[in-house]
Structures are given as structure tokens and as C-alpha cells.
């Protein structure tokens, strides 16, 4: 039996991946559904990077799955992305976990030597996913994780100078710490509701960014299906 876990930080991001499964697989249990050999399980951690990182390694802990991925929407600060684009995070970091100082600058943990910058699962303060390639079907992109978004000029000056990414979220980093310590495969799709600048919501397309979101993993899902019935086949 394939085992695939499919982490949102909230559920109306994957609702219609959801109305999907339970169009299509037999649901077996409480967010748990099961089509022929796959059996797919949804989990919804909540938002931000402590709730993240519980509930993966909780549901890590209980199940040994084959594919672990996060899906969800973000923030661009590349604007060669398009809005509602749906793109493959390959590289996260935490952006705001250490110490500012007198003088306003803001240094991570990493420089401090509070964690060593290739302590594992770090590679250069950097969490990437090695495993990503296997997976190439979507445009890549870099990320950070932050506690809180970025809305102002000079936020978002500041944090681009020193965490060049192209994307923002509040569970990446959290995600592909979990994934990596655990040494499980995993993806992390987003699709982008809009651009990090001066806060503006009339800017964002939250409901075409889900739509595209879930156009790829139901994509995804099937793709999948097929590889797996040919591998038993084999």
C-alpha cells in the first residue's frame, strides 16, 4: 500500500483536493482515504511553525509514510512568478530565529553559533530538499518561514538583504526540518496569492491560487496512482 500524507496549514487550502478524494477514494477514517493500493491521509497542523512542526512529527511518529507533502499558499517576493502560479519549494530557512541588536541588526542563530550552520539538517543555515529532482514537474523556488509576514517597505527591504528567497510562508522551514530529521521523501508545493509588498489584500487572489493549488495535486494524486499500479505491475 502507497502512503501519502498531505499537510495544509489550514483546510480550506486543500478543500478541494478533499471533495476530490472523497469523490473518487473510499474514505477509511477521519481525513483518510483509500483508492486500490494508495491510501492518502490529510493533515491539517494549523498556522505557523510551531503547530507545523508538532503535527508532522506526531503523525511522522504514528505512520511510516512514502511521500510526505506540504501544500499551501505564500507570498512572492519574486515577481517573476506569476499570481496563482504553483511552484516546487526546493530550499527553506528560518528567518526569524535569533537576536536583534542595539543598533537594529539582526542576527540569526546560525551566526551566533547557537546551531552550527552544517549542524544536520542544515547545509550552510539552509534546509534543502536533496530529493527534490526526482519530482521535477513544477517551476522551482527558494523560501524563508517567518513568524510573522512581511507588510511594509522597510520590513521587506530589510529581510530581502539578508534572506534573499523568492517566496514566504509560516510552516516551510518547520515542514522540511521535520521531513529531513526524519529522512522521509517530501515535496513542498505553493501556489502564490500574492506579492509580499506594502500590505494590500485587494492585490492578493487567495481563491485562484487554491484553485491552481489543487488542480496540481489532484494532477499529482493520479500521476501517482498510475506510477504505482505500473511498478506492481513490473
Known sequence: MQKILIVSATSFEITPLEEFLKGNFRQTGNYRYTHD???????????????TAYAVGRALAATSYDLVINAGIAGAFNRAFKIGEVVQVVQEQFADIGVEEADGRFVSVHEMGLIEPNQPPFIEGCLKNEGAAAFDFLPTATAISV????????????????????LESMEGAAFFYVCLCENVSFLQLRSVSNYVEPRNRENWDIPLAINNLNEVLKELIQVLMVAGASKRRG
Open 37 to 51: 493500493e494508495m491510501e492518502v491521509s490529510l493533515l491539517i497542523t494549523g498556522v505557523g511553525l510551531p503547530l
Open 147 to 166: 513568524n510573522k509576514v512581511h507588510g511594509s517597505e522597510a520590513s521587506i527591504k530589510s529581510i530581502t538583504n539578508l534572506f534573499p528567497a523568492d
